[in-house]
């Protein structure tokens, strides 16, 4: 079974651009999360969604918003990019919301550099 | 606010030899789940193992278990048999109090070395 898949794999923008992230969860999934991982520290939540409604939302800037599709992939979107947002983006998904139980598994990461 | 501490930046492990990477944790809810993630060079984070806060015995894995001691909030790693593949990051993570377990609170994380 395919795991959760994220592209594109590496992404070079400058600042003020916008950049789109892609998220697909493993078949079956109903939740997708975001995290942020800057160099040396662990990941930050960003975002969850749980069909198609926002459950949570870490402590980031209007710039960045997300989605999830019908079909439980999701969108990360960044605005007006800053030097500080070069950064790994983690995708991770788990079949429900609120159970401390279960487990979420990440993709590979969408490695993010702005210039 | 929950918070995760990881007070080993690196460790240095003999091949076969075991190892424990510690893990402490703050949280005011009874109910809570606790991770464990190794996440290579590549960057994927690969889950190990989790605890739930009302599981009465410590959570293995295969050569993973998690030394769980609610009394003092603490949830070390032990790997046994390290092997070279071993090598990597290590992060312990643990559901946010009062959150839903999707909004996951990590540490700064523990870089193992596995010698030959």
């Known amino acids: 079974d395919a795991g959760v898949t994220q592209s594109p794999t590496h992404l070079i923008k400058t600042r003020g651009q916008q950049v789109t992230l892609r998220c697909s969860p493993i078949s079956g999934h109903k939740s997708v999360s975001w995290y942020q991982q800057v160099l040396g520290q662990g990941p930050q939540f960003i975002f969850q969604y749980y069909e198609k409604e926002e459950r949570g939302r870490g402590n980031f800037p209007d710039r960045f918003s997300a989605r999830q599709f019908p079909n439980y992939s999701s969108e990360l979107n960044v605005n007006a990019l800053l030097l500080g947002d070069s950064a790994l983006y983690l995708c991770a998904s788990s079949l429900a919301w609120s159970r401390n139980t279960d487990t979420q598994y990440f993709g590979p990461g969408t490695r993010l550099t702005v210039l | 606010a929950q918070k995760i501490t990881q007070t080993q930046p690196g460790m240095f492990v003999q091949e076969k030899e075991a190892v424990t990477l510690d893990c402490t944790y703050d949280?005011?809810?009874?109910?809570?789940?606790l991770f464990w993630y190794k996440q290579p060079s590549s960057g994927e984070m690969i889950f190990l193992i989790y605890q739930g806060s009302y599981d009465e015995q410590n959570a293995t894995e295969g050569r993973y278990s998690l030394n769980f001691q609610k009394a003092r909030k603490s949830a070390n790693l032990v790997i046994s048999a390290s092997q070279l593949g071993d090598s990597a990051m290590y992060f312990c993570a643990a559901t946010p109090n009062g959150g839903s377990q999707g909004n996951l609170i990590f540490g700064k994380g523990t870089k193992l070395s596995v010698k030959p």
């Open positions: 949280t005011s809810d009874q109910s809570y789940g």
